[in-house]
């Protein structure tokens, strides 16, 4: 697990409920992933995260990246 202390700057309407702005310590944990070089050509990453217990109710994304390596 790592741990670090970020800024984030929240736009209008975020769902953290704050009002917009750079908000700083921010402190942030999870399982992070360290993958092989990747072969040349194109591959899909698929990422998934949610947060059942936050201050506006439970959170989630569903995100997937498509990258060519060259």
Known sequence: MALGLVLITYPE?????VPAGNYSPQVTDGYWLLLEPLAKGTHEIHVRAS???????PIAFDVIHHITVQ
């Open 13 to 17: 309407n975020s769902v953290a409920g």
């Open 51 to 57: 947060a059942s217990h936050t201050s506006n109710g």
